[in-house]
Structures are given as C-alpha cells and as structure tokens.
C-alpha cells in the first residue's frame, strides 16, 4: 500500500506560481510511476504530468506545457510540480497519483494509488 499527501496549495493572482509536493510512503518510492491529474469543478479529472521512477522522462498536458514542470527526488521520496505562469483556468483541485506500470500515464484508471488532492486558485 502506498500513502501519498500533497501540499503546496493554495491561492495566487493570475500569472503567480506554487510548487507543489507530494509526499510518498508505505513501499520503494524509486519503483512508482508518478503523475499530476486535476479536476475542476463541474470537470472531469484531467491529466496534467507524469514522471518516469527515475525522472528521465517527463510528460505533460498541453494545456501546462512550457509553464508546470514536473519532477521527483526518490531520496526524500518526493514528487513536485511547479506550476508558473498561472491561469485562472488551472483553478482545480490537484491530486498526485503511483502506478506500479509504465503505461497508461495519461489515463487516471492507470494509477492505483492517489492522494486526497490539494486546492489550486487563481484569481484573474
């Protein structure tokens, strides 16, 4: 079994940035596949990023890319996601997500462990 809590939340004016973190716990960190979904209200959740268990490969959403990057430190067993230049679009409730799988990374049904979500606001 697999604890995942997320931090970092929180609200910003348009264009700020958070980072977020989410804390992993309960089996080898280093052997998850690590990835960022949201949902906004009335939405369904919707892929943001994903990390390959070494932080070699990385995917996003092309509705972040360029502004959110993800990443992870298997040493602290810890996956981030800085999220720059935000939108009030990205008002969402973010989760963080483990998967034992390489695929499916874009696919909330892939991943079998998730966190209880922290809140993202941005005010226009």
């Known amino acids: 079994q697999v604890q995942l809590v997320e931090s970092g939340g929180g609200l910003v004016q348009a264009g700020g940035s958070l980072r977020l973190s989410c804390a992993a716990s309960?089996?080898?960190?280093?052997?998850?596949?690590m990835g960022w979904f949201r949902q906004a209200p009335g939405k369904e959740r919707e892929f943001v990023a994903a990390i390959s268990r070494g932080g070699a490969n990385t995917y996003y959403a092309d509705s972040v890319k360029g502004r959110f990057t993800i990443s992870r430190d298997n040493a602290k067993n810890t996956v981030y996601l800085q999220t720059n230049s935000l939108k009030p679009e990205d008002t969402a409730i973010y989760y963080c997500?483990?998967?034992?799988?390489?695929?499916?990374?874009?696919?909330?049904?892939?991943?079998?462990?998730w966190g209880q979500g922290t809140q993202v606001t941005v005010s226009s």
């Open positions: 309960g089996r080898t960190f280093s052997s998850l596949y």
């Open positions: 997500a483990a998967k034992s799988s390489r695929s499916g990374y874009y696919t909330p049904g892939s991943y079998e462990y």
